[in-house]
């Protein structure tokens, strides 16, 4: 059965998540880290994708990208798994795979969820008891957006930037989001939307992709069958 075309818009940013073949380590140095963040910044750049968010961990990788056109997002991760995998085998004198098959991704209301996608990003070595707090994890943007350290992968969204009318003001507007912890319910959710990759929003939003798309959306409640408006708007 042929695999589903993405949820892909250009200008709408997406949550992605890259995990290791079979949840295995994908990065074994501080050089592996530094080397997949300058890979990274090329092919961002080479496909025009804006990363404003990001954590490396040592076995998956989370990006929050707003693509310039369509596909821009699957032509990046295709450059960047490519190049980092032939680094991987070289340095480590190993062959086969490094990646658990495609990266998954989903749409990110702006308005509604972008901040949060943000947090749950950054926040994920601290759920994963690697640090205290996030500032404390080298490998991720918290630095650059909480802290104003230079991180030349960083492209401010348009939502970071109204945090404030001066730098100064949107760092300690960003680091006052960290005051509260993302919900259980929120936090489910956007897993449920990444795994199921669909357009993570309000209602309002989702119509909007589904009109845009002529497909649905909204992420299908577990072990049910889909609703006759997904089976009529997929064509099945």
């Known amino acids: 059965m042929p695999r589903s075309p993405r949820f892909d818009l250009a200008g709408v940013p997406q949550h992605v998540i890259q995990r290791g073949h079979g949840h295995m380590q994908c990065f074994f140095s501080p050089a592996d880290y530094r080397c997949y963040m300058n890979q990274l910044l090329h092919a961002s750049r080479r496909w025009q994708c804006a990363v404003h968010a990001y954590v490396l961990m040592s076995n998956h990788v989370h990006l929050l990208v707003t693509p310039s056109t369509v596909g821009a ?3 990046m991760m295709q450059a960047l798994g490519r190049n980092y995998v032939s680094y991987i085998n070289v340095t ?20 509604e969820y972008l901040l949060t996608c943000y947090r749950y990003i950054e926040l994920n ?15 991720s943007s918290y630095g650059c ?3 104003g350290d230079s991180d030349p992968l960083i492209v401010p969204h348009s939502q970071y930037v109204v945090l404030g009318s001066e730098q100064e003001e949107q760092l300690r ?10 919900s ?7 897993r449920t939307y990444i795994q ?10 989702q ?3 589904e009109s845009a798309l002529g497909r649905y959306a909204r992420a299908r409640p577990p072990h049910r069958p889909r609703r006759d408006r997904e089976v009529a708007m997929n064509g099945d």
Request: glycine share 10%; hydrophobic share 35%.
């Open 73 to 75: 997002i699957g032509n």
């Open 92 to 111: 480590y004198r190993r062959t086969g795979t490094l990646w658990e098959g495609r990266y998954k991704s989903c749409l990110v209301d702006a308005d």
């Open 125 to 139: 070595p601290v759920r994963a008891g690697l640090v205290g707090e996030p500032s404390g994890y080298p490998w």
């Open 145 to 147: 957006n909480a802290l």
């Open 173 to 182: 507007a960003y680091r006052q989001l960290f005051a509260h912890d993302i």
């Open 184 to 190: 259980s319910e929120c936090l489910k959710e956007i």
């Open 196 to 205: 199921q990759q669909r357009a993570l929003g309000s209602p309002a939003f």
């Open 207 to 209: 119509d909007w992709v």
